[in-house]
């Protein structure tokens, strides 16, 4: 079965970075896009960063030139490198594959910047 695990959140202040990682099993990872999402209290999922199979990346306008989204295809683990944080990130973030026609989703790491 396709499981991804999230780690790496936690309190930063504002200012600060933190990096998460996601790593994913029961799916042939290299050939699959990966993504970031994140869902703040009271708020919808939105995506925040995606990166293909051949490594282009795409951001959400918010958090562009702060985030970068990277991928090491040897341990099955995309990581999400978030530097400048503000306290409007703060939220869970979670990792997403779409395979086998589903969508797949880790359990998410919350990420909290206090004001």
């Known amino acids: 079965q396709v499981r991804l695990v999230e780690s790496g959140g936690g309190l930063v202040q504002p200012g600060g970075s933190l990096r998460l990682s996601c790593t994913a099993s029961?799916?042939?990872?290299?050939?699959?896009?990966m993504n970031w999402h994140r869902q703040a209290t009271g708020k919808q999922r939105e995506l925040v960063a995606s990166?293909?199979?051949?490594?282009?990346?795409n951001y959400a306008d918010s958090v562009k030139g702060r985030f970068t989204i990277s991928r090491n295809n040897a341990w099955n683990r995309v990581s999400l490198q978030m530097n400048s944080l503000k306290p409007e990130d703060t939220a869970t973030y979670y990792c997403n594959v779409h395979a086998r026609g589903a969508a797949f989703w880790g359990q998410g790491t919350q990420v909290t910047v206090p004001p």
């Open positions: 029961g799916i042939n990872f290299k050939l699959y896009t």
């Open positions: 990166i293909t199979s051949d490594g282009s990346t």
